[in-house]
């Protein structure tokens, strides 16, 4: 087990959202918890890789360096079955450069037209990474949710899609569903308890 030598643990993220979920879940651990909001002018890292994992690690490599702190980074992405895998690694922007989430959906929804309730799995992929001020990564963790896609969405919790993902077995979306059994069942969940486990053992 490697201890996270570190009192406090910068959020490579803007996003509010992802910040009180984030927070919540590393309550555990007693660390510290900073954003990119608590830094001023910070200069935004690429992220143009190929892959979740590809721009999780520039982040946290990135921001670790620039900001000299210990970083915490995510990328996350939305797989549909019948698309291919898509918006994958371009979930954020899936409607075009700037788009907003409900563009973002209403264009995942138009993808799937006329697609039967039975062919619309999908699953939510989660990737962690931590790197130290020098912008070496010390830990990585994945975490994924299975679920499908709805016809609409439902449910007052969660941002992004999480209000068209139905987890099945609940017949629930994750934004109904709500935080605290998001944090159990949840990708972002799943993967910062394996993160957890290897830096803090448990």
Same mark, same amino acid.
């Given at each position: 087990m490697f201890v996270l030598p570190c009192t406090t643990l910068v959020l490579a993220t803007g996003n509010p959202h992802k910040v009180r979920e984030l927070e919540m879940l590393l309550r555990p651990v007693q660390v510290s918890i900073k954003?990119?909001?608590? #830094?001023?002018?910070?200069?935004?890292?690429?992220?143009?890789?190929?892959?979740?994992?590809?721009?999780?690690?520039?982040?946290?490599?990135g921001y670790?360096?620039?900001?000299?702190?210990?970083?915490?980074?995510?990328?996350?992405?939305?797989?549909?079955?019948?698309?291919?895998?898509a918006p994958g690694v371009r979930s954020a922007r899936f409607a075009g450069d700037g788009a907003t989430m409900a563009e973002n959906r209403a264009t995942l929804l138009a993808e799937l037209e006329g697609v039967p309730e039975t062919r619309r799995t999908a699953r939510f992929v989660c990737h962690l990474v931590v790197a130290n001020p020098a912008g070496e990564v010390v830990a990585e963790a994945t975490g994924?949710?299975?679920?499908?896609?709805? #016809?609409?969405?439902?449910?007052? #919790?969660g941002f992004g899609y999480d209000s068209l #993902?139905?987890?099945?077995e609940y017949r629930r979306t994750l934004a109904e569903l709500g935080p605290a059994a998001t944090s159990v069942i949840g990708h972002r969940g799943r993967a910062v308890r394996g993160l957890m486990a290897f830096l803090w053992g448990g």
């Open positions: 954003c990119l909001a608590d #830094f001023a002018a910070t200069a935004p890292v690429d992220e143009g890789g190929e892959t979740l994992a590809e721009n999780a690690r520039r982040k946290a490599v670790a360096r620039g900001l000299g702190e210990w970083v915490l980074a995510d990328d996350t992405g939305l797989e549909v079955d019948a698309l291919g895998g994924q949710c299975r679920g499908r896609i709805r #016809f609409g969405g439902t449910g007052e #919790f #993902f139905e987890i099945v």
